[in-house]
């Protein structure tokens, strides 16, 4: 079967359920179970396809037409995969809400994708009303279970594209100039992800003979929901999703899932490596890793010790796997931070900063689009209400991806650095100017630059440079604790300096580079406060 063939992604589950009726699709363990207060056990095919359409119905009986968006907040829980699936049927899109966003994060999400209904879980619905109001949006809030009332007046409706063409989704990703950016995704973008994992092969090939996948990845993610979630559909295979990743139960839980297979970060390796050995390390039936980030020390060492290759990747929310660059191949580099060789459905350039291609082995910005005669086909159809940044994307023909690379004699990638000024921690991206501007908003604070530095476990830390009346150590723990109210905690700074002046352009811009260079001097010093300790998911 071509997934690409097909209008939709539910009718790409629907073949699925046709022809593996008994087979799990979603399974819940206990822990997770626990965790969320549903049961736990598996959900078929079969079971699913009667639940999706019952929800359909629902949802066409209120009056949800084609083109209107749905927002979710639903945590890891399996009824997202299947509210979206049936609200794919009708014609509608989704716009998935990281449960870690706090009151004016909120705002703008709702706000800027305008949605015809919430669908929440309980402990944050009075806080998504509140947002909403704030919005301006008289806005329904209900939960999984909540038969659900007519669509909000006026709500918008997505372009009307025909077929597979038609989104499916919204995915808001940080980007480098202030607030996130809504990624308008396809139904072709999600169909096109799932065949190209489907027919990956090398040491991450999947087959139809039952493959059962495990994931502690957010749902809200473009890698759950197009790499674990359609990979899985197009093998007929089984996904475990986690409510996170818990490293003291992370063997008992691959081995109770039966995973063939499982998705990773690279915080994930390095803080297994650094538990005790113990039979349970190869006490499983996984066959390989799928994710990114890895360090390159610990990544043979991974592999000696639990057994099974971790197979690097690079994509982007924008790209999706349409131009995707993986280590599948079994004489590949280990330890190299290296992401394989681009396979012929893409175009890729390396440009240093003229402009020009870079040689062998010279770091330069990756460019790419779609071989043949649609550069674009499985990518992001734009950003949302903001033509001129997919303009800016797009420019000259190719998507700028800020991601620095080099590409060895024999053609194989190596990630070397990022361009665009963001942050990534524990998987997520962080835009220095969104943490800025909020930081801004603080009374006691009259300038702020925000900046990396590497942390062990994570990858990068936020640290912000600040200049205060009051350059305490209880100043900045108390701006820690006022931040964490009005932004995800995982954006919080976890280190902040007080210094006399930012380092600034004569346009009064943050010179970066040299930012990131104080920041780094700064925590070498000893001048900063540690407040890593307070960055905790909070608990809804």
């Known amino acids: 079967m071509t997934l690409t063939d097909l209008p939709s992604i539910h009718d790409a589950f629907l073949s699925a359920a046709r022809r593996w009726p008994a087979r799990a699709m979603l399974n819940v363990l206990p822990g997770t179970a626990d965790v969320y207060g549903i049961d736990a056990g598996e959900i ?3 079971q699913a396809e009667a639940k999706v359409a019952w929800l359909a119905e629902s949802l066409a009986e209120a009056g949800y037409a084609p083109g209107m968006r749905v927002a979710l907040l639903l945590e890891n829980r399996p009824a997202f995969f299947l509210i979206w699936l049936a609200l794919n049927r009708l014609g509608l899109s989704v716009v998935p809400i990281n449960p870690d966003l706090r009151a004016s994060e909120l705002e703008y999400l709702i706000g800027h994708s305008e949605p015809a209904l919430v669908i929440s879980i309980a402990a944050r619905r009075d806080e998504l009303v509140e947002a909403a109001r704030a919005a301006g949006l008289d806005l329904p809030v209900i939960g999984e279970a909540d038969m659900p009332p007519a669509p909000r007046p006026g709500s918008v409706v997505a372009d009307q594209l025909e077929g597979a063409a038609r989104e499916a989704a919204v995915l808001y990703t940080s980007g480098t100039t202030g607030k996130p950016k809504g990624c308008v995704l396809s139904n072709t ?3 096109m992800a799932g065949e190209w994992y489907r027919d990956l092969g090398g040491i991450a090939a999947l087959t139809e003979k039952g493959e059962r996948m495990i994931t502690p990845l957010p749902v809200f993610h473009m890698n759950a929901m197009a790499a674990s979630f359609m990979g899985m559909l197009a093998v007929g295979g089984c996904l475990t999703v986690l409510d996170r990743f818990h490293p003291k139960t992370w063997w008992a839980d691959v081995s109770a899932a039966r995973a063939t297979c499982l998705h990773y970060l690279g915080v994930m390796p390095s803080i297994l490596m650094k538990t005790e050995s113990a039979p349970e390390d190869r006490a499983h039936a996984v066959r390989f890793g799928f994710g990114a980030g890895v360090d390159p020390k610990l990544h043979g060492p991974f592999e000696a010790r639990f057994g099974f290759p971790l197979c690097e990747g690079w994509a982007m929310t924008e790209t999706g796997l349409a ?6 191949a079994p004489d590949r580099l280990i330890g190299q931070s290296c992401l394989g060789v681009a396979g012929p459905e893409m175009e890729l350039r390396i440009v240093t900063d003229d402009g020009h291609a870079a040689a062998p082995n010279v770091p330069g910005e990756l460019l790419v689009r779609r071989a043949g005669p649609d550069p674009r086909l499985g990518f992001f159809t734009e950003y949302y209400k903001d033509p001129e940044a997919t303009d800016a994307a797009w420019a000259n023909g190719w998507f700028h991806t800020g991601d620095i690379v080099r590409r060895d004699d024999e053609g194989r990638m190596f990630f070397v650095d990022r361009k665009k000024n963001v942050i990534r921690r524990s998987g997520e ?19 702020a630059g925000v900046a990396p530095v590497p942390d062990a476990i994570r990858g990068d830390e936020v640290f912000a440079c600040i200049t205060a009346a009051d350059p305490s150590t209880e100043t900045a723990q108390a701006i820690a604790l006022w931040a964490l109210e009005r932004m995800a905690y995982y954006k919080v700074p976890g280190y902040i300096a007080f210094v006399d002046a930012l380092p600034l352009t004569p346009t009064q811009k943050i010179q970066r580079a040299t930012l990131k260079e104080m920041a780094a001097d700064l925590l070498a010093q000893g001048r900063a406060v540690d407040l890593t300790h307070l960055k905790k998911r909070q608990v809804a």
Do not use: C, D, R
């Not at 131009?323 to 599948?328: E, K, Q, V, Y």
């Open 44 to 46: 078929t095919y079969g």
């Open 189 to 191: 973008y999600f169909l």
């Open 323 to 328: 131009t995707a660059i993986t280590n599948n």
């Open 429 to 447: 991206n962080i835009a220095a100017v969104e943490v800025e501007s909020v930081l801004m908003n603080h009374p006691g604070i009259t300038a």
